[in-house]
């Protein structure tokens, strides 16, 4: 019978030159995903006048995303037991949070439609998945 191997054994922390190299990817990573949500979306007819479309505060809002992952992530492998696993959890918890003002407060700036909704939640949910996939492998 072959033995697990805990995550713990099979996560190292990295040292700070591969934190800054994944972290550095991840934020061009997640500035290229929500460049990409946001043209397949014009193209489809979400209209890019809307306030939340406008492309330099969403790839800022990408790069502040994806840097507070690599802090939180580069502090986890030092501190937590599991920390993959803990890093993705902590992740979902601020991808569900970060959602909040797109179904509180987006639906009332000027010309928010469905689609722009379903825009922003996409390119949440993009920068969390390429930050989580780049941070932990």
Known sequence: ???ATTESAAVTAPTREQLLKRGSVAV???MVAVAVVRTV???LGVPETADPMQLDPILTSSV???VGATVV???LTRVASRPNRTFVVIAGLVLLVSLVP???VAPGLPGVTGAV???LAAMHLA???VSVLILTR
Request: proline share 0%; aromatic share 4%; hydrophobic share 70%.
């Open 28 to 30: 061009v990573a997640a």
């Open 127 to 129: 920068v969390a998945a």
């Open 73 to 75: 992530y580069g502090v």
């Open 41 to 43: 979306a014009v193209s």
């Open 64 to 66: 502040v995303g994806a």
């Open 117 to 119: 909704l379903v825009t």
């Open 102 to 104: 797109v179904v509180t």
């Open 1 to 3: 019978m072959a033995s």
